[in-house]
């Protein structure tokens, strides 16, 4: 006997099966009522309702440190401590004191 | 004018939960066709149905509307089968149990003339699904799209969400675990 055959004729059996799609009486009354309090996933909305609020605290963040900066009195440009001028007289003490050929 | 599925769809995605009814008529004919071809018994073919819905109405905020809902909806009911075979898999049987008497004589008649054998008698077609039953998951998924129901191997692999040179090796697999349980059913008796 052939196996491959018999295989065939078996699967050519299966095909010519005719689908059975009869429904139970009122089964999607059963559906309806098992959904009944759920809520369908909106994907969108999981991920909008985060970004929203991320954005919103951003804003707030932005927005606070723009009026802290406004309050701040800025610092005057001839004070002596100004920090750029401190930073550059830092930076350049040791060029003031030996010139480049003395170095090398 | 009735609704179209789209229209339904948005209705359901905005709250209104009951426009999902008319899509469950329309299409609940075909998911239990789709079931019957993986669960015997009539309860578990509910089941299946009734969860295919719900995982349905569960994803439809998901459902983009690229390709028809039917589509979308078949797909799912086919992963949601491949699922209860998975899990029924320690029930599935594993021995063959005695052969009825016309199961017997159609094997009988095959052996004798091959092409005598009706392969529109029920025995042939109680057979088949006995084989069926005993395919590990993944096979009996595969000979169902493949070979019963002849879907193209791209298609299968969409469904499935496996590559194509997967399910080509499942397939092939699949045709070998096959040819192993007949060769068991039929060498006790003819070989």
């Known amino acids: 006997m052939n196996a491959n055959d018999l295989q065939s004729k078996l699967i050519e059996a299966a095909r010519k099966e005719p689908l059975f799609d009869q429904v139970p009486y009122a089964f999607e009354k059963r559906i309806m009522a098992r959904l009944a309090g759920m809520v369908p996933l909106n994907y969108w909305a999981l991920w909008g309702r985060p970004l929203w609020r991320a954005a919103l605290s951003c804003v707030a963040l932005t927005l606070l440190c723009g009026l802290w900066s406004m309050m701040t009195p800025a610092p005057k440009s001839d004070n002596p401590d100004n920090f750029a001028q401190a930073f550059d007289r830092a930076v350049y003490a040791s060029s003031d004191q030996h010139s480049v050929e003395d170095i090398w | ?191």
Request: aromatic content about 8%.
């Open chain 2, 1 to 191: 004018m009735e609704p179209t599925d789209a229209e339904l769809i948005a209705a359901v995605v905005q709250g209104d939960t009951a426009s999902f009814e008319p899509l469950i008529r329309k299409y609940q004919p075909r998911v239990f066709a789709t079931a019957r071809r993986y669960a015997r018994r009539e309860s578990e073919v509910e089941d299946i149905v009734q969860e295919v819905f719900i995982k349905a109405f569960q994803k439809l905020g998901g459902f983009r509307g690229e390709a028809p809902f039917e589509h979308w909806l078949m797909r799912l009911a086919m992963r949601t089968c491949y699922d209860f075979l998975r899990a029924h898999q320690r029930n599935r049987e594993t021995s063959f149990t005695e052969l009825s008497q016309p199961e017997t004589d159609w094997l009988d008649q095959f052996v004798v003339e091959p092409d005598a054998a009706d392969e529109h008698a029920e025995a042939a077609r109680q057979l088949i699904g006995r084989i069926l039953a005993r395919l590990s998951p993944s096979a009996r998924l595969v000979i169902t799209l493949l070979e019963i129901e002849e879907r193209p191997v791209k298609e299968i692999a969409q469904i499935t969400g496996w590559s194509v040179p997967l399910v080509k090796v499942r397939a092939f697999r699949a045709r070998a675990e096959m040819r192993k349980i007949l060769a068991k059913i039929t060498k006790a008796k003819y070989m």
